[in-house]
């Protein structure tokens, strides 16, 4: 993934696949701008400009997303919900996320009201995707309830302040990259940025503090080794 002497292309595009690739990656996994990833391409003899790059990460990050999810390992049976603001332009938006057991964050949803049809909606979108779960757990907010007892009623919904962290913990690398892009400019960005960063997330940050190093190596291989066929499959 990380070879830029791959020089094989993406058709109508002027730089290999190789070079897009690392631009994308190197964007999402790291709490980079767009001008940090020009000058470390610029360091390996590559000029091209920011805006090429950020043609790039939209174009292409859309596609890594979406094979993380076809990719991804059998969900846990518990997913966690929580919702942080995010200030757009001015106004409160609201992030709405949810992540399994295991801490891999499945969707996200970027709205400006926090009630029961943005609830549901989440819902209906989270149960298309992954089907439905054994377990919810959410904080006090009465939309969760409302929404699960209209959409699916045999769930067991728990809800308690102190059992949603692992939720609340991923919100932790929205803030940093929020403060990096010097906030989202609309909702349909935040959507569309967060919803490739959260997947390029789950694949390369696979809970260090849970593995030994010889596993944490073998994940960061594996997690390479995925990329390099997504690159591969790449499409203009």
Known sequence: MLNLYDLSRVKGFRFP???????????????????DVEDLLAARGIRVSYETIRDWVARFGVQFSARVRRDRPRLAEKWHLDEVVVPIKGRKHWLWRAVDANGDVLDILVQSRRNKATAVRFFRKLFKTWGQPRVIVTDKLRSYGAA???LAPGIEHRQHK???????ASHRHTRRREKVMARYKSPGQAQRFLSIHDQTASLFRPKR?????????HARNDAFGLWAEYANELTA
């Open 148 to 150: 699960k007892s209209e």
């Open 209 to 217: 503090h849970r593995l030994s190093a010889r596993s944490y190596r």
């Open 162 to 168: 102190g059992l949603i962290n692992r939720s609340e």
């Open 17 to 35: 696949r190789s070079v897009i690739c690392y631009a994308v990656w190197a964007y999402h996994r790291f709490a980079l701008s767009l001008r």
